[in-house]
Antibody, heavy 121, light 107 residues
Framework: QVQVVQSGPEVKMPGASVKVSCKAS??????????FDWVRQAPGQGLEWMGC????????WYGQKFRDRVTLTRDTSTGTIYLELRGLSRDDTAMYYC????????????WGQGTLVSVSS | EIVMTQSPATLSVSPGESATLSCRAS??????LAWYQHKAGQAPRLLIY???TRAAGIPARFSGSGSGTEFTLTINSLQSEDSGVYYC?????????FGQGTKVEIK
């Protein structure tokens, strides 16, 4: 059974950066066969797509509002995906989800448990 | 950027009835559309991909239809555990965007 596990909650000061990790296990296919999305949900808001990374070649795609502040990376030796968000403000307080896309289509089939990032002074 | 618009914002349905949720794309996404269910305190769950294909383990009472710019998610014989917020997402173009969600309430 596939499990996507994210790192634990974070509390950060405004202006700081945060790095969240995501690791999938239990898959019959190699890590590099998949792409991974990051999605966030701020309190009382809907889902917001942040970006996607191909585990195969590290190619990335970002939502327009995150292009200047987000970096997605992957470590093929450990099968881990990372989201780094810089220049945090209170508006970045949200639950951040990592999701692994299906092999056959780019829909997010397996989701992590979410990582709560709180930004407060 | 493709804008996804969902309607209605909220749907209140009695158990056993059907619910019809709509999703419109600002330009064609062919059939590259997914539906997700999101319950409070849980991770979102993929219900439908490729506009009409149920994801693994999703009950047959969930069905999707549509292509191009107009899509529908139908939930038949609604059960109490179907309450939550439902989102559509297009993955035809970058950036991939979600609709604003439809909240389904069980009367």
């Amino acid at each position: 059974q596939v499990q996507v596990v994210q790192s634990g909650p974070e509390v950060k000061m405004p202006g700081a950066s945060v790095k969240v990790s995501c690791k999938a296990s239990g898959s019959p296919y190699p890590f590099t066969a998949y792409s991974f999305d990051w999605v966030r949900q701020a309190p009382g808001q809907g889902l917001e797509w942040m970006g996607c990374i191909s585990a195969y070649n590290g190619n990335t795609w970002y939502g327009q509002k995150f292009r200047d502040r987000v970096t997605l990376t992957r470590d093929t030796s450990t099968g881990t995906i990372y989201l780094e968000l810089r220049g945090l403000s209170r508006d970045d307080t949200a639950m951040y989800y990592c999701a692994r896309d299906l092999l056959e289509v780019a829909a997010a089939g397996n989701w992590g448990q979410g990582t709560l990032v709180s930004v407060s002074s | 950027e493709i804008v996804m618009t969902q309607s209605p914002a909220t749907l209140s349905v009695s158990p056993g009835e059907s619910a019809t949720l709509s999703c419109r794309a600002s330009q064609s996404v062919t059939v590259n559309l997914a539906w997700y269910q999101h319950k409070a305190g849980q991770a979102p769950r993929l219900l439908i991909y490729a506009a009409s294909t149920r994801a693994a383990g999703i009950p047959a009472r969930f069905s999707g239809s549509g292509s191009g710019t107009e899509f529908t998610l139908t939930i038949n014989s609604l059960q109490s555990e179907d309450s939550g917020v439902y989102y559509c997402q297009q993955y035809n173009n970058w950036p991939r965007g979600f609709g604003q969600g439809t909240k389904v309430e069980i009367k």
